[in-house]
């Protein structure tokens, strides 16, 4: 069974500053998927970035960004220049590939703070 | 991508009743999930809706307790019976649309049980 782990449960960050949020995991798999989703008080799941374990190229969506480092098991999301929107909880996420959408196994989170 | 539109957005029900909350997708869709969130916590799976097949439980959920149902390509619905206090959680519908191994999910349904 794969399993996800997020270490740092809140964090806090300046508006325009940059953070990165933590994710490790593990599996057998050699082909998977690792997202980011954002949840937002208004409870409504939104997917921040995914990321193809094949490749090698760190995915990159605006503001968002990950380091996948498939050796080590771990994809980190840094968001450069924060801002208010950005304050959620953030859900790391593995899912094994079925040729279908299959189920997603979740981290416990890191809530972050977005403050003036 | 798929709009999901989740019924009751909140409720607020007595112990040892059920509630059936509902789920409505804009578009055809295979895999449906349902998830538990409950306070503070993480996402946790409860079983996959398939259509036209019986829904698949994760360890620790059963179908006595959350009866599901798929009958068509756009619609599943959820129940919670016989609910106590622990069953207090935000549940969500989640789908995929396949190609990009991306879940959407509703806005959950806030449950609360006195």
């Known amino acids: 069974a794969q399993t996800v782990t997020q270490s740092q449960p809140e964090m806090s960050v300046q508006e325009a500053e940059t953070v990165t949020l933590s994710c490790t995991y593990d599996?057998?798999?050699?082909?998977?998927?690792l997202f980011w989703y954002k949840q937002p008080p208004s409870r409504q799941m939104i997917l921040v970035i995914r990321?193809?374990?094949?490749?090698?190229q760190n995915a990159t969506e605006n503001r968002f960004s990950v380091n996948f480092q498939k050796a080590a098991k771990s994809f980190s999301l840094k968001i450069s220049d924060s801002q208010l929107g950005d304050t959620a909880m953030y859900f790391c996420a593995f899912m094994k590939p079925t040729g279908t959408a299959s189920k997603l196994t979740f981290g416990t989170g890191t809530r972050l703070q977005v403050t003036l | 991508s798929a709009v999901i539109s989740q019924k009751p957005s909140r409720d607020i029900c007595q112990r040892g009743t059920s509630l059936t909350i509902q789920c409505q997708v804009d578009?055809?869709?295979?895999?449906m999930f349902w998830y538990r969130q409950q306070p503070g916590q993480s996402l946790t799976l409860i079983a996959t809706?398939?259509?036209?097949?019986?829904?698949?439980?994760e360890s620790g959920f059963v179908i006595d307790k959350f009866p599901i149902s798929r009958p068509n390509l756009t619609f599943s619905t959820l129940t919670v019976s016989n609910m106590s206090p622990e069953d207090s959680s935000i549940y969500l519908c989640s789908v995929g649309t396949g190609f990009t191994g991306e879940l959407f999910f509703g806005e959950g349904s806030r449950l609360t049980v006195l």
């Open positions: 578009s055809q869709v295979t895999m």
């Open positions: 809706a398939n259509q036209g097949s019986e829904a698949t439980y």
């Open positions: 599996t057998s798999e050699n082909n998977y998927y």
């Open positions: 990321q193809e374990a094949y490749k090698q």
